[in-house]
């Protein structure tokens, strides 16, 4: 009786456990509020995770870090509330990445990239912004799913290669900071 008991026991506590440490990693299109999940899952994140505003062709991931909820706003919209609820936070800052391919796509494939290219050149003003082809980004993407959670919200942008890609950095170390740190690290100790 006491060894069945401890068994339930353990299996509960597995099952308790699993579940917080699930956290931002719920099941593809769950989440009906994604303004809602954004803001769930922003505190538990930090350097090296990713929020992906992407659009409506972009697949579903099987790996397990990555999370998709569907967005009913517009792309520039969801890029926006991003940005927006990201810079609210202090603790994190995005790094902001968009698809090469995106400068090349003509208005006669893509009717109305050019005003998306407009407006979304507008929204990221004065931020700098790493253009890599698409197939880069996806790399880092994955490679960063092995090892921490991102979040994709998925629009019903119907025009190709307008993801937005945010990958997180720390909001109070810089990169300057982090060199200065690490050589002198490597510099020689003078005691």
């Known amino acids: 009786m006491i060894i069945k008991m401890t068994r339930y026991c353990v299996l509960f506590a597995l099952g308790v456990l699993s579940a917080a440490v699930a956290g931002c990693g719920s099941p593809p299109g769950r989440g009906a509020d994604w303004k809602a999940r954004l803001r769930e899952c922003l505190p538990l994140y930090g350097h090296r995770n990713w929020i992906v505003v992407a659009d409506s062709a972009y697949p579903a991931q099987s790996r397990a870090g990555i999370e998709t909820v569907i967005s009913g706003a517009g792309q520039l919209a969801a890029v926006q509330e991003a ?8 603790h994190v800052r995005p790094v902001v990445y968009t698809d090469q391919e995106l400068e090349f796509v003509r208005e006669e494939d893509a009717p109305g990239i050019s005003a998306y290219r407009q407006e979304l050149g507008r929204l990221l003003k004065g931020r700098e912004v790493k253009v890599l082809p698409h197939e880069q980004i996806i790399s880092r993407l994955d490679e960063a799913g ?16 307008t993801s937005v890609f945010l990958q997180l950095d720390c909001g109070y ?11 002198s690290m490597a510099a020689p100790r003078k005691d």
Not at 83 to 88: C, K, M, V
Not at 146 to 161: C, D
Not at 173 to 182: D, F, G, V
């Open 83 to 90: 940005l927006t609820q990201i810079a609210s936070a202090r």
């Open 146 to 161: 092995e090892t921490f959670r991102v979040l994709i919200i998925k629009t019903g942008m119907t025009l190709p290669y």
């Open 173 to 183: 170390w810089t990169p300057e900071a982090e060199q200065r740190l690490r050589a």
